[in-house]
């Protein structure tokens, strides 16, 4: 085993995921067989190999520094689950 | 009228045989037959597609068609439509209205499409079945009591159902490709960078790619000859030439080289899917391609490096999903925190959740060199293997899924059998190369088989040429579904 439950609630905390008790057991077992097929990545000697973040060498896009079109607060607020005004609400943070 | 091509479509509308309205009410009739049973849509856009439709009529009558005026096309609900809910498969986005439309959304309008509906996916595109959806599965129409393949199983059912035309998915491990071969159609994922991903809701950055899914291979080129090319919007769009894909239609493939992958052909594959495959082989030999032996010796590392990468790249994509901007909140939240891990245990499903959990542990302090980094390495090598086999080959082919479409439920609680049906598709997004899935036969129950041609970076067009000859010749029975 290369995860317990209490690695589970650890990282799940980390995610912002608030899991269930029965979610926390699946996951262990699961992760756990995820991980140990993973773990077959060790079998390669990769030393010196550069890593690759992308699939195609693009460098940095650059454009004009020219100010375009917004969305404008309205449309941005449009989905928001709670607003006032030209703000998102959200459950106090500071007591 | 419904089970024509765009090609087939697009004469008769020009000569008047048929209307744009008349093909979109047939389009409907269609769906209010089947769509129970197969349930393609998570959205039907019925009023808007009758108003299009009648838009590309007048357009028709004034003499101005474009490449797709009055064809119903259906998306996968992971691209944006301006005003129209876009829900990921997601009980998070399941009321998100996009203030935008992405931008193969915007090209598809402009080159006159008509929009049947949002099509059915795996809950943000993570799932090879279309099981994970918050709306329900969708069936495979060849088998009922079977899954589409996924993630865009919804897209390639609308298809293979004749409930729309063609239609837009996107493929992150083989989630156009794996599809396409399990409900018989043609499914191609283009090169990393080909077509813009401006509004197609983010899984996998590195990894996802938007393409189409036609009823033959020249509507395939005529959708890629929309979709394709430079977005100033999306940075990591490659601003490259885009050839006419048409002209490579019917076009021979005399003394190509067809490069085999002795790792594709091993124990474990399916023995029908495995004979329609090597039948391919005869077919495209006789149409004057020559075979080669080649190797890809990473292969079987490719599934543990994408799912290390892409649940990475899932972990922090999706952290945007907080419950404070859009979309989804939960009700019962004392204090911000709470806030976000409610509504995101409320809002996400087990797959997406697991896949959060892999990615945000393989990124975590202490973890990241022994696993993003080794991950990101080995991602290196299964490039340069591709790199290597090109030199000696112009395409390669190998099976597009290891076994055809499996029961509903079947591999539900085992995710790393699940993740395993994508082992022949998964190297092709890893290295950033096209790959395109073409119907090559049926298994004796009647399920289709696909075969998959990969090609090197912006080569759209060999895959097309090779994947055309190959239709042509072998001649493939022209089933259709009994619905």
Redesign the interface.
Known sequence: MK?STQ??EY??K???????DS?KE??TA??N???L??D???E?D?TG????????A?TN?F?EDKVLES?GTQ??L?????ARGEF?R????ID | MHSLTIHELQEKMKSGEVSSTQLTQSVFSRIDAVEDRVHSYIRLLKEEALAAAALADENIKKGDIQPLTGIPIALKDIVCTKGIPTTCGSHILH???P??NATVVEKLRDAGAVFVGKANMDEFAMGSSTETSYFGPTRNPWDLERIPGGSSGGSATAVAADECIASIGSDTGGSIRQPAALCGIVGLKP???RVSRFGLIAFAS??DQIGPFTKDVEDCAIMMNVLAGYD?KE??S?QADVPDYRQFIGRDIQGWKIGIPREYFIDGIDPEVSAAVKKTIDVVQKCGGECVDITLP?T??S???Y??IAPAEA?SNL?RY????????TAD??????????T??QG?G?EV??R???G??AL?AGYYDA?Y?????????I?RDFDEAFQKCDVILTPTTPTPAFKIGEKTDD??QM?LSDIFTISA?????PGISVPCGFTAAGLPIGVQFLAG?FEEGKLLQVASAYEKSAAIEKRRPTL
Request: charged share 20%; net charge positive.
């Open positions: 995860l690695d589970v990282v799940a980390l995610a912002r995921l608030d899991v269930t979610e699946k996951f699961q992760l067989d995820i991980l097929y993973i077959k990545l060790n390669l990769t190999v550069a890593p690759m973040s992308h699939a195609i693009v896009a454009r969305l449309k941005a449009a989905n928001a689950p709670d998102f959200v459950p106090k943070v | 009321n998100f209205v203030p935008y090169t990393y960078g590195s990894l100033p940075s990591t490659v990473h079987q590392y599934v543990a490096v799912y290390i972990s952290a907080d419950g404070v901007r859009y979309a989804f909140r939240a004392r204090d911000l925190a709470e806030m976000y891990e409610k995101r245990m996400f087990a959740k697991r959060i959990m892999i945000t542990y975590s696993y980094g080794k991950a990101s390495q080995v991602r290196a090598l490039r995710p790393l993740y997004n890893l290295a950033g190369i970076h």
